[in-house]
Each structure stands twice: as structure tokens, then as C-alpha cells.
């Protein structure tokens, strides 16, 4: 069976970087794409990235398009999130999920990743304070 776990997370200053690992076991992970989604305190979970099965195609939700990058490297069964710039407005809970999408289909839109998730990891907390 499929399982996900998320590390990497932490406490940065703002305008730092840190790299999520989202790294899977059970099944080799090419078969998915991978989204990424972060959870604010008090807010809804939002979708913040996606890459498909081979890595040619992600997208970004436009509060982080230029500051983070997702990557995947399916030989170690496992993708990443580089996140630059970083902003308090960043903080939260991130998680990282197997999407089942249709074979044609290379990523969902950031909005509607949450209509695909198959597989949840249990999340890593991000935190940006001075």
C-alpha cells in the first residue's frame, strides 16, 4: 500500500528557503502526479503545486509562482518542493498527495487538486517568523 511522508519542514526567517521531501513507499510513485497542499491556521486548505507522472509538467497557484519549484525524482520514489523567498503568509501545514487524475490528464489546475487526492501524507509545519 501506498504510503507518503512529508520532511523538511521548519522555522525560517522571512525571505529564507527551505526544501519539502515527499517521499513514498509501498508503490513506485511514477504512476501518480504529486500535488502539493499547505493548511494555515483557521484558514482552508489550499493548493499550492503539481507535477506530473514524468516532472514535464507542474503548475503553481499564483501565490507562490516564482518562489517555489516542484521537482521529482522517481528513482528515489520521491518529490520535491523548493521553497524561496519565503513570506509569514507561507506558514502552515504542508502536505503532499498521490492524485488520481486520468492517464491523458498531467496535472489538475491548482484549485481543484483536492478533487483528485487518492493518498495523503501526514503533513510537515512550515514556519516563517523574524
Known amino acids: 500500500q501506498l504510503q507518503l511522508v512529508e520532511s523538511g519542514g521548519g522555522l525560517v526567517q522571512p525571505g529564507g528557503s527551505l526544501r519539502l521531501s515527499c517521499t513514498a513507499s509501498?508503490?513506485?510513485?511514477?504512476?501518480?502526479?504529486i500535488g502539493w497542499f499547505r493548511q494555515a491556521p483557521g484558514k482552508e486548505r489550499e493548493g499550492v503545486s503539481c507535477?506530473?507522472?514524468?516532472?514535464?509538467?507542474?503548475n503553481y497557484a499564483d501565490s507562490v509562482k516564482g518562489r517555489f519549484t516542484i521537482s521529482r525524482d522517481n528513482a528515489k520514489n520521491t518529490v520535491y518542493l523548493q521553497m524561496n523567498s519565503l513570506k509569514p503568509e507561507d506558514t502552515a501545514v504542508y502536505s503532499c498527495?498521490?492524485?488520481?487524475?486520468?492517464?491523458?490528464?498531467?496535472?489538475?489546475?491548482?484549485?481543484?487538486?483536492?478533487?483528485?487526492?487518492?493518498?495523503w501524507g501526514q503533513g510537515t509545519l512550515v514556519a516563517v517568523s523574524s
Open positions: 498527495a498521490a492524485l488520481e487524475v486520468p492517464i491523458t490528464t498531467m496535472c489538475p489546475t491548482p484549485t481543484t487538486l483536492a478533487e483528485y487526492i487518492e493518498i
Open positions: 507535477i506530473s507522472r514524468s516532472g514535464g509538467s507542474t
Open positions: 509501498g508503490v513506485t510513485l511514477d504512476y501518480y502526479p
